[in-house]
């Protein structure tokens, strides 16, 4: 080829090469001399079923348009299940647990350790192998993944939401420290199982079935078919979404949901999940290695790549043939500066989406004072039209442009750079904490900081372990109705208000009599922070450049890649 690029044989006419680097086993080693000189179908072009079972009516579907149908089923319900039930189920895991902030982050990392971990040896080995069947073991590992997150739920007991907390003072501090060894802490561990066979499970899914899709399909609608697979898995979160139905109306206690150690069936979900996901095994199982006319879409594909000389030494060396061969595959991608910058814009692009899917719903919650299942519904309303939008814009540009490799990496660092920008959204969005008696001010003027128990409460004997947060007339928070010094309660059309409170200051409220009919309700003070508008407009349109670039990096990487590296590629 001219121009310096690399002569590709998997995308020239097929010679008696051809048919030698695609026989698969060791009878087709030498069978090149014979082979046809115009494209033939691969070897393992055939038939969808199961062995000699293969019905007519299944050959319907033995093309791209029916492994695309099956490929976004699977990555719908890993959505579900990795971007949506455990993102909106981190809060009440929390609490029912017993975890903090720092080991719920580690359940959600195990996910991409997994996967990071993995991804490379599975497509240097899927490559070669047959992966229809690795989508099948992908849909196992994801099914068994979603099983093992739902255990703790039927292992753990009933939710004993009034436990005794001990503590023991500080000396250095002079603080009194909480000291908890509840072995509902164990099932961190469960949970972290969980998402690595998830991870397992997800690598085969976004390494060789994305890969699958870009070997069955012509190069103008690679784009397109890796964009609505994509697109596809966007349903997932929002699917997964539905399951603050079970957060908001099932509680195997008689709390309301107002209250904080309120308790949904979270496990719902993933239980419902692990079936169906299991039930896409058979559609997977019987798609044939390589979908019919493969080979005549491989002969016609012309290569976008440089010549590093990597092309050489892989046909010189017979590389990728055995394992042996993967550190030497694995050198040739790590010495190509555009192939590794590509995958670092892609890795910097999935840390940040990874971040705010998980953590979006509690920095709602915790900067602007609400509540969990408000939180959750905000973050998907925002997270999911704005990447479903970020991937339909980008794949429609890149289609209708009919960009080549140098005009969507150009593509790619402005929608980049423009998403950099709108993310410095997080340093400005910040309110401040609302009054908060005994731990930011004194309970009306008496008392000490850090402190919950105060001159107008010391005789009410309060329990630490029991949070229910009220709001005072005077517009601070109080740790519960008992650190408040209220002695007692109406209960007027399901609402409840407290009243002789000893702690609680003059009301700050000034119109209307109603003001004199209660001293404190239940729940938080309503945050005076008036920018949480402000914040998701420009989060949303952060998350649309952030997505932008998700389709594209991928049709990148596939494109300048050359045929016989492909196999380590996929990260």
Not at 46 to 60: K, T
């Amino acid at each position: 080829m001219k121009g310096g690029g690399i002569k590709n044989p998997a995308f020239d006419t097929p010679s008696s090469d051809f048919g030698q680097q695609y026989r698969a086993g060791p009878a087709g080693a030498g069978a090149g001399a014979a082979a046809p000189a115009g494209p033939g179908p691969y070897p393992e072009e055939g038939p969808c079923g199961w062995g000699p079972c293969a019905p007519r009516a299944l050959q319907f579907c033995n093309n791209a348009k029916g492994y695309l149908a099956a490929y976004s089923l699977l990555a719908v319900f890993q959505g579900i299940v990795v971007n949506g039930l455990i993102n909106i189920s981190i809060s009440t895991i929390e609490k029912r647990y017993e975890l903090n902030s720092s080991l719920t982050g580690l359940i959600s990392a195990s996910y991409d350790i997994a996967f990071c971990l993995l991804s490379l040896f599975v497509s240097y080995l899927g490559e070669r192998g047959h992966k229809p069947r690795w989508l099948a073991f992908s849909a196992f590992m994801l099914g068994l993944g979603s099983l093992v997150f739902s255990l703790p739920h039927f292992s753990s007991g009933k939710y004993q939401y009034g436990s005794k907390i001990e503590g023991k003072l500080n000396h250095s501090t002079g603080l009194c420290v909480v000291c908890t060894s509840s072995p509902l802490r164990n099932y961190l561990y469960v949970f972290i199982l969980g998402q690595l066979l998830l991870g397992v499970g997800g690598t085969p899914l976004y390494t060789l079935g994305t890969s699958f899709i870009d070997d069955s399909v012509p190069k103008h609608k690679s784009s397109l078919y890796i964009g609505v697979g994509y697109a596809m898995s966007l349903l997932g979160p929002a699917i997964g979404y539905v399951n603050l139905l079970f957060l908001n109306y099932f509680s195997s206690t008689k709390m309301d949901q107002d209250d904080p150690r309120w308790l949904g069936a979270w496990w719902i979900g993933f239980l419902a999940c692990f079936f169906a996901i299991w039930l896409l095994i058979i559609p997977f199982s019987c798609f044939p290695k390589h979908l019919p006319g493969t080979a005549k879409i491989q002969a016609e594909k012309i290569p976008e790549t440089h010549d590093d000389g990597g092309q050489v030494l892989v046909q010189t060396n017979d590389i990728g043939q055995s394992f042996k061969d993967f550190p030497m595959a694995l050198l040739i991608l790590l010495r190509n500066p555009v192939l590794m910058s590509l995958i670092v814009a892609s890795s910097s692009e999935a840390l940040v989406a990874t971040g705010f899917a998980t953590f979006l719903p509690k920095f709602i919650e915790n900067q602007f004072g609400k509540s969990s299942s408000f939180s959750a519904t905000l973050g998907g309303l925002v997270l999911i039209p704005g990447a479903a939008l970020g991937q339909v814009i980008s794949g429609v540009l890149v289609s209708r442009r009919k960009m080549d490799l140098k005009s969507i990496i150009k593509f790619m660092i402005v929608t980049c750079t423009v998403a950099l920008i709108l993310n410095t959204v997080f340093l400005f969005a910040k309110c401040g904490n609302e009054p908060f008696a005994g731990v930011s001010e004194t309970y009306n003027g008496t008392g000490t900081l850090y402190n919950l128990t105060a001159p107008c409460n010391a005789n009410c004997r309060c329990l630490r372990s029991v949070y229910y947060p009220v709001c005072g007339s005077d517009e601070v928070q109080y740790f519960s109705p008992c650190f408040a010094g209220c002695a007692s309660y109406l209960l007027n059309n399901m609402k409840k208000t407290y009243h002789n409170c000893s702690c609680i200051g003059k009301s700050k409220r000034r119109n209307g009599s109603e003001d004199f009919l209660y001293e404190a309700v239940p729940g938080k003070c309503p945050t005076k922070c008036k920018l949480l508008p402000l914040f998701l407009v420009f989060f949303f349109f952060a998350v649309v450049f952030t997505f932008m670039s998700t389709t594209p990096s991928t049709v990148a990487i596939l494109r300048y890649i050359f045929w016989s590296a492909r196999k380590v590629t996929f990260f």
